[in-house]
């Protein structure tokens, strides 16, 4: 099976724009998470999507928002960009909910400028 | 706030040494899992403990499992300068969410 794929691997954005970023699971895999890595913060979930419901958000403001499609595919989008918000976007994937190994992808590097 | 601590921070040793790195976490958890990192890359998955289980072997891989002390150790044996990475633990709490929570992670540098 193809692994976890991430869309853009790099992104450059401006202060103040918005930018979207793209993660397809593992076939057949209906959990996604996501996690931001900074090196001040470490690694930081994000939000979980299981079944195209949210079902659980870290502490980020309401700039970051995602969601996740019908075949499992999902997006992160941050609005209103700022310095502090580059990082590497980290996806994974998992069959269940909880309690299992989640696959991670390569990750999509965004520096804001 | 992350719930994982490890130490130590950073670690280097020779090829074929034994290298091992610990984490401690605060609340009950369902299971406690090892991730490996490459220079910024993704996480590679190592080896997951349950909460009920106390030790686990994956190849060269060691994982102990204390939850009276809320703590856990990987043990790399016989090292590679290939082993060379970033290794985090991660806590899955007790919950019905896959929500994992990382540590600070412990850079390795294993020299040939």
């Known amino acids: 099976k193809a692994g976890v794929t991430q869309t853009p691997r790099y992104l450059i954005k401006t202060r103040g724009q918005q930018v979207t970023l793209s993660c397809s699971p593992i076939?057949?895999?209906?959990?996604v998470s996501w996690y931001q890595q900074t090196p001040g913060q470490g690694l930081q979930f994000l939000f979980e999507?299981?079944?195209?419901?949210?079902?659980n958000k870290g502490n980020f403001p309401g700039r970051f928002s995602g969601r996740q499609f019908s075949n499992s595919r999902s997006e992160m989008n941050v609005s209103t960009l700022e310095l502090g918000d580059s990082a590497l976007y980290l996806c994974?994937?998992?069959?269940?909910?909880?309690?299992?190994?989640?696959?991670f992808g390569p990750g999509t590097r965004l520096t804001v400028t | 706030s992350q719930q994982g601590e490890e130490d130590p921070q950073a670690l280097s040793i020779q090829e074929g040494e034994n290298a091992t790195m610990n984490c401690s976490y605060k609340?009950?958890?369902?299971?406690l899992q090892w991730y490996r990192q490459n220079s910024g890359r993704g996480l590679v998955h190592l080896i997951l403990?349950?909460?009920?289980?106390r030790e686990k072997h994956s190849g060269r891989l060691r994982v102990t499992l204390d939850t009276s002390k809320k703590s856990s150790s990987l043990l790399i044996t016989a090292s590679r300068a290939a082993d060379t990475a970033s290794y985090f633990c991660?806590?899955?709490?007790?919950?019905?969410?896959?929500?994992?929570?990382f540590g600070q992670g412990t850079t390795l540098q294993v020299k040939p």
């Open positions: 999507y299981f079944s195209e419901t949210q079902r």
């Open positions: 076939s057949g895999h209906r959990s």
């Open positions: 403990i349950r909460s009920n289980e």
């Open positions: 609340t009950s958890i369902n299971n």
């Open positions: 991660a806590t899955e709490r007790k919950s019905n969410t896959g929500k994992l929570i």
């Open positions: 994974a994937s998992s069959p269940r909910l909880a309690g299992g190994v989640q696959y």
